[in-house]
């Protein structure tokens, strides 16, 4: 079936069988159809719904838009296309088939305004190419439906092994466990402890399941990563490990948990050299190659590369492109996010939602966001032990279960995690 044979079919059946108009609207663009008439068709169906109509009324249409019947290609035209179709019985596999010609199209002129895209601006342009991708990939599969019993009950089957596992029984406990395709934000001010917590959560979950981790790292270096965790595996202050402070015994330990950590194949660390979403794109893709990626983790949201005019609208679309790549990827996002200076105004600063930078977004895209706060940081007791320092784990937004406060033990010197 040509394309124009196509689109006449489909406004046909709108025509014969007026309760279709619904669908008609939510799954195509007036932009899908090539033929004017066919496009100003498209208007009119949305007149005539907001409109309230019921039937495709000759009659009421032109008595209430005298000239929409003559821009649609007139009586004798729409009469043409009503007599063609007169069984509707293909309506959605013509609307797939038109929606998939019509990615087609989009795809072309993208290829032909290339040299236009990427002319000012490489990463700008990628970035805009990546955006567009995503966009139509969801839109081509916008109207597959799902059986929902059978989707319910093989999640229900596979529950425990879709749990991401991020090694604190007692949030979890709280919390209940992330699953791939979710996004979880987790929030702190400056040396609170964000990335050593991260860290925990990546060495636990590569060592308990049988799928890669990625870390994207836009503040440190690899290396410098990689010793926190050695640091952290070993038990040996990271301060020592960075002045060389070392006996022999303490040498070995690190030396033989490097080789162990460095030989694991589910881990992956990238640092600067990683800096905006496509390229995020990119590198979990070639990750997947190796193995399916089950989680990934970004430090931080805010210094990820964007387009907007102003940090809102471009952290805004970070966080929606985290979101949608932990749907793509099928895998869970952990991004850690700064908080806004507005924390060390008040008297009790422990974090709300409102002080995650640029919150809005973020707020609604995530479906876990975690606080992480020390009442030490701000009172410098000299009698609390930093090795066990009472660290909060606030769970402030929870989409799928319960919100509250689990508080760990931090090992500020090591970077360790413990319960209390």
């Given at each position: 079936m040509d394309r124009?044979?196509?689109?006449?079919?489909?406004?046909?059946?709108?025509m014969v069988k007026f309760e279709l108009a619904d669908k008609f609207l939510a799954l195509l663009k007036e932009s899908d159809f090539s033929d004017t008439r066919h496009k100003y068709f498209y208007k009119l169906v949305e007149k005539l719904v907001q409109h309230n109509f019921t039937t495709f009324d000759f009659t009421n249409i032109v008595a209430t838009w005298p000239k929409a019947i003559d821009a649609c290609g007139g009586f004798d035209y729409i009469a043409e296309i009503m007599e063609e179709n007169i069984t509707c019985a293909n309506f959605d596999s013509n609307v797939?088939?038109?929606?998939?010609?019509?990615?087609?199209?989009?795809?072309?002129?993208?290829?032909?305004?290339?040299d236009k895209l990427f002319k000012d601006d490489f990463d700008n342009g990628l970035a805009f190419v990546e955006s567009k991708i995503t966009e139509l990939t969801d839109r081509a599969y916008k109207n597959e439906s799902v059986n929902l019993y059978q989707s319910f009950k093989d999640s229900m089957s596979n529950q425990k092994q879709t749990n991401i596992n991020l090694g604190f029984e007692s949030l979890h406990n709280v919390m209940g466990y992330p699953h791939p395709?979710?996004?979880?934000?987790?929030?702190?001010?400056?040396?609170?402890?964000?990335?050593?917590?991260?860290?925990?959560?990546?060495?636990?979950?590569?060592?308990?399941?049988?799928?890669?981790a990625?870390?994207?790292?836009?503040?440190?270096?690899?290396?410098?990563?990689f010793s926190r965790m050695i640091s952290s595996i070993s038990g040996i202050p990271l301060q020592e490990v960075r002045a060389g402070n070392l006996n022999d015994e303490m040498k070995k330990c690190l030396d033989d948990n490097a080789k162990e950590l460095a030989s694991n194949k589910y881990l992956s660390l990238y640092d600067k050299t990683v800096s905006n979403i496509p390229s995020l794109r990119a590198a979990i893709r070639k990750e997947n190659k190796k193995?399916?990626?089950?989680?990934?983790?970004?430090?931080?949201?805010?210094?990820?590369?964007?387009?907007?005019?102003?940090?809102y609208e471009k952290v805004s679309e970070i966080s929606r492109q985290l979101k949608l790549i932990a749907r793509e990827f099928n895998c869970c996002v952990i991004a850690l996010s700064q908080l806004s200076r507005k924390v060390e105004e008040r008297a009790d600063k422990r974090?709300?939602?409102?002080?995650?930078?640029?919150?809005?977004?973020?707020?609604?895209?995530?479906?876990?966001?975690?606080?992480?706060?020390?009442?030490n940081y701000y009172e410098k007791d000299p009698s609390v032990d930093p090795t066990k320092e009472p660290l909060n784990v606030e769970i402030a937004k929870n989409r799928h279960g319960k919100t509250g406060t689990v508080q760990l033990l931090f090992d500020l010197t090591t970077g360790r995690f413990g319960g209390k």
């Open positions: 124009d044979t196509l689109e006449r079919a489909i406004l046909g059946d709108v797939k088939a038109l929606t998939k010609l019509s990615i087609i199209d989009t795809i072309k002129r993208l290829s032909t305004n290339a395709g979710e996004l979880l934000i987790i929030g702190a001010r400056p040396g609170m402890g964000k990335t050593a917590f991260a860290l925990a959560a990546l060495f636990n979950y590569i060592c308990t399941e049988n799928k890669r990625v870390m994207f790292s836009l503040e440190m270096s690899g290396s410098e990563l193995g399916e990626v089950g989680l990934v983790i970004v430090d931080y949201l805010q210094l990820i590369s964007g387009t907007g005019n102003n940090n974090p709300q939602l409102a002080d995650l930078r640029e919150s809005g977004a973020i707020e609604q895209d995530a479906d876990y966001v975690l606080f992480l706060y020390r009442h």
